[in-house]
């Protein structure tokens, strides 16, 4: 039987509602470790998550940490916010001059995030609430009120692989983010193309396994909307116990992954030499001794770090601008940039940790 897109993404909506708004009471509820997470947050961090309600941290259902550090006085949108645990961490780190909006379309959980806003950030001393949360779609930001360039930083946690439309929401955050904005989030990937009976499946599918997209088609999905080089920051293998799901599944292999997708007009699709050097300032409050951009680079504080084209317009031309020297331009061009080398580099000073 052939069904319509908008049916497909009505019975996709109400499945997902019904599972987060009914099904699912906290994150014990859980039949998978696809929406859990267990890397352990940066100090920062854990200090604004003990100031949260717990009834908000007992519905957190996102599978990482896509809350940058140094983000003072930006405008953030939290895609999916659920009960808003990231918004709320957001607030605190944005202080009173930024701003941060969550989307949600479900009731039962947004609702949660909107009763407890004022107490927190009165708790804050803020003067005013500087989070907003709507009810919507992120497939439809535009009539969710977000206007065209006026984000600095989309977060989303979890979020993007239950969307009917993945295309639609990838455009919507490119469209929304001012340039040198980022697309920082965390999400549900596969190694392989879904077979039908899979993608149908409507527990495995609200668990954030059945929508999450081969690897390879979501960096082609990025390239296609104008996120020229998607970089990861860190990845995690997702377990399935449950033998039945378990069975379903087969071979296929789940990962959390968060990445980072710049804003920029001059990325490339691969990495250029330019002789361009990069030099962290230590200047983001919890990153004083480095900074790591993604899996392979790690900035040491006043090191300078021969880096791609790439590399130096997403710390050099982006919200990271302040935050980095930049030494030399695009004028000449020395050839194909050899990543390996920085791999070897920064793997050295690679902690797993909470680092920046
Ligand atoms: C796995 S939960 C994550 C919630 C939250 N980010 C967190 O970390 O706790 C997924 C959330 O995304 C919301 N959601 C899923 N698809 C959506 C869509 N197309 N538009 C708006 N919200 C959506 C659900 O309502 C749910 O609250």
Redesign the pocket.
């Known amino acids: 039987m052939v069904c319509t897109q908008t049916k497909c993404s009505d019975d996709?909506?109400e499945n997902?509602?019904n599972?987060?708004?009914k099904v699912l009471q906290n994150t014990k509820d859980l039949k998978t470790s696809?929406?859990c997470t267990d890397d352990k947050p940066h100090k920062l961090i854990r200090e604004a998550i003990s100031k949260i309600p717990q009834i908000i941290l007992s519905?957190?259902?996102?599978?990482g940490n896509p809350i940058p550090l140094g983000i003072k006085g930006l405008d953030i949108l939290?895609?999916?916010?659920?009960?808003?645990?990231?918004c709320y961490i957001a607030s605190k780190l944005v202080g009173p001059e930024g701003t941060v909006t969550g989307?949600?379309?479900?009731s039962e959980?947004?609702d949660l995030a909107i009763q407890n806003a004022e107490s927190f950030t009165k708790e804050l001393k803020y003067a005013n609430n500087n989070m907003k949360f709507v009810k919507?779609?992120?497939?439809y930001l535009e009539k969710a009120g977000i206007k065209e360039e006026s984000v600095d930083i989309v977060i989303?946690?979890?979020?993007v692989n239950?969307?009917?439309?993945k295309e639609k929401?990838l455009q919507g955050v490119f469209k929304s983010l001012k340039r040198g904005g980022e697309f920082y989030f965390s999400d549900i990937y596969c190694d392989r193309r879904l077979p039908e009976n899979v993608r149908q499946h409507k527990l495995l599918f609200g668990e954030?396994i059945s929508g999450a997209l081969y690897k390879n088609d979501f960096i082609r999905l990025c390239h296609k909307v104008g996120f020229t080089d998607p970089r990861v920051l860190s990845e995690r293998e997702v377990t399935i116990e449950d033998e039945d799901l378990k069975n379903i599944t087969g071979e296929a292999r789940f990962y959390s992954i968060t990445y980072r997708l710049f804003k920029l007009d001059n990325l490339e699709t691969l990495c250029e030499d330019y002789g361009q050097v990069a030099i962290y300032k230590g200047n983001i409050e919890g990153c004083e001794s480095s900074y790591r951009l993604d899996d392979h680079h790690v900035f040491e504080t006043n090191r300078p770090v021969l880096v791609c084209g790439n590399s130096s317009s997403m710390v050099g031309e982006s919200w990271l601008s302040p935050y980095f020297t930049i030494i030399g331009s695009r004028q000449v061009h020395y050839g194909q940039f050899d990543c390996s080398n920085v791999e070897t580099q920064s793997s050295q000073s690679n902690t797993k940790s909470s680092c920046c």
């Open positions: 996709i909506y997902v509602q599972y987060y708004g696809a929406c519905k957190f259902y996102g599978c939290d895609l999916g916010c659920g009960s808003g645990r990231d989307i949600d379309m479900t959980q947004i919507g779609h992120i497939e989303s946690n979890c979020v239950l969307s009917p439309d929401v954030c």
